[in-house]
């Protein structure tokens, strides 16, 4: 068993015991507790369904295909997306003081007066959802599939498992909680990373210059 196998197995059963906790606390909770969600673990929650997909998928191969030129694509793309994100939730913030409301649904049912914009709603975030797991799945079984030898499939199918228990018996609270834990260990592996990466081509300025010779 190689040193990756290792660690990666470590960090595994790790976060596995972080995700036991979030449903212990979430089922631990009152109705209160439930709905007074702190701003931090809302971005988290944001963040980590964002990026977690670009991980598992997209972005290694599209730095492959642009090498650095897709840390300048990342940086305009994500600045811009979280003054848009920014702007909409002090927008929605504001409606809700106003008119009251605890759910997306409430502010189409406010504002259209019917079920009809609800339903066009929950079938855009279910068309949207499919592909997304889909990729999610997929990405995670490859790699899984590359560090044990696991089938595709049979992790496949334990990770919606593990979905489904998390959903039934930790329900949203449990799911904000596992994503905040998600967008911490990013945080904390894109830092280390970057750092060893620049230690390695002698600091920030000497691994530009070197990369600009490349």
């Not at 003054?83 to 409430?106: C, H, Q």
């Amino acid at each position: 068993m190689n040193s990756l196998t290792i660690y990666f197995s470590i960090f595994f059963f790790i976060y596995i015991a972080f995700m036991v906790w979030s449903i212990y606390k979430s089922r631990n909770e009152d109705e209160k507790e439930r709905n007074n969600l702190s701003a931090l673990m809302g971005m988290a929650t944001f963040v980590a369904t964002l990026f977690s997909t670009f991980t598992l998928m997209g972005m290694p191969d599209f730095f492959r295909n642009h090498g650095v030129g897709a840390w300048l694509f990342l940086g305009v793309t994500d600045v811009a997306m979280a003054f848009v994100v920014l702007w909409f939730g002090l927008k929605v913030r504001a409606y809700s003081r106003k008119n009251g409301f605890n759910s997306i649904s409430d502010v189409l049912n406010l504002t259209y007066g019917g079920k009809k914009a609800q339903l066009v709603y929950l079938l855009g975030v279910f068309v949207f959802l499919i592909p997304y797991v889909a990729i999610q799945l997929h990405g995670i079984s490859l790699f899984m599939n590359s560090i044990w030898g696991i089938p595709e499939w049979v992790i496949s199918l334990l990770v919606l498992f593990a979905i489904f228990l998390l959903i039934r018996l930790g329900g949203f609270g449990a799911i904000v909680r596992s994503d905040a834990i998600q967008w911490t260990v990013v945080f904390i592996t894109v830092w280390v990373i970057g750092y060893v990466c620049l230690s390695e081509l002698g600091g920030f300025y000497s691994g530009i210059e070197k990369i600009n010779n490349i």
